[in-house]
Nanobody, 120 residues
Framework: VQLVESGGGLVQAGGSLRLSCVVS????????MGWFRQAPGKQRELVAT???????NYADSVKCRFTISRDNAKNTMYLQMNSLNPEDTAVYYC???????????????WGQGTQVTVSS
């Protein structure tokens, strides 16, 4: 199982970016998926989550600016980020709670991260 993020980059304050996370491999089912971020010198923090049932949760700092979505048919998750500010600068990671083929339990898998840098 592999999670691969893409879409990061350098953007000016007020700009937008769209991150993607593709889950590949022998997957039986995917439950919740989420975006996290880690800024230099800070702990990794939750940005947004989306369950397979459609429940969505956002960190207060990104509400009304970021939108998480999933395309379950493509095992892909997105994060549309608008009105970016320098405080959004971080490495963004996607995660998935999933059951892989041949395994009984549900485990958390992580991507390698994509850098988002917002200049002032």
């Amino acid at each position: 199982v592999q999670l691969v993020e893409s879409g990061g980059g350098l953007v000016q304050a007020g700009g937008s970016l769209r991150l993607s996370c593709v889950v590949s491999g022998s997957i039986f089912s995917i439950n919740a998926m989420g975006w996290f971020r880690q800024a230099p010198g800070k702990q990794r923090e939750l940005v947004a989550t989306a369950t397979s049932g459609g429940s969505i949760n956002y960190a207060d700092s990104v509400k009304c600016r970021f939108t998480i979505s999933r395309d379950n048919a493509k095992n892909t998750m997105y994060l549309q980020m608008n009105s970016l500010n320098p405080e959004d600068t971080a490495v963004y990671y996607c995660s998935a709670d999933l059951r892989a083929d041949g395994l009984r339990g549900v485990y958390v898998y992580w991507g390698q991260g994509t850098q988002v840098t917002v200049s002032s």
